[in-house]
């Protein structure tokens, strides 16, 4: 069966959604998360520090959000991560 997990308010763990998508759907073992962003939770605000802390602070929401649903990140599969400017590539790769 497939599960779903939607972040709608504020919390402390994970952002809320800024979308029409869910954070994850999962099956068969499997999670698939989608559109994690360097936000603090409380504020929504992009964290301070540049794209580095950004995406630091984008893959600990990713590991809250697997959490939430029991799978973990011992063993991804793939990562895709969108970076504005070319600058910044250096930094989060």
Not at 41 to 70: D, F, I
Not at 73 to 78: G, W
Request: charged share 15%; aromatic share 4%; glycine share 10%.
């Amino acid at each position: 069966p497939k599960r779903l997990l939607r972040v709608c308010s504020l919390s402390e763990w994970a952002p809320r959604m800024i979308g029409p998508y869910c954070q994850l759907t999962a099956a068969a073992g499997v999670g698939n998360v989608a559109g994690q962003l360097g936000l603090v939770p409380t504020t929504m605000a992009l964290v301070e520090g540049g794209a580095l802390a950004q995406a630091r602070l984008a893959l600990r929401h990713s590991e809250a959000v697997l959490s939430g649903l029991g799978l973990g990140t011992r063993r991804p599969l793939s990562l895709i991560a969108y970076v504005v400017r070319e600058s910044d590539v250096v930094q989060v790769h």
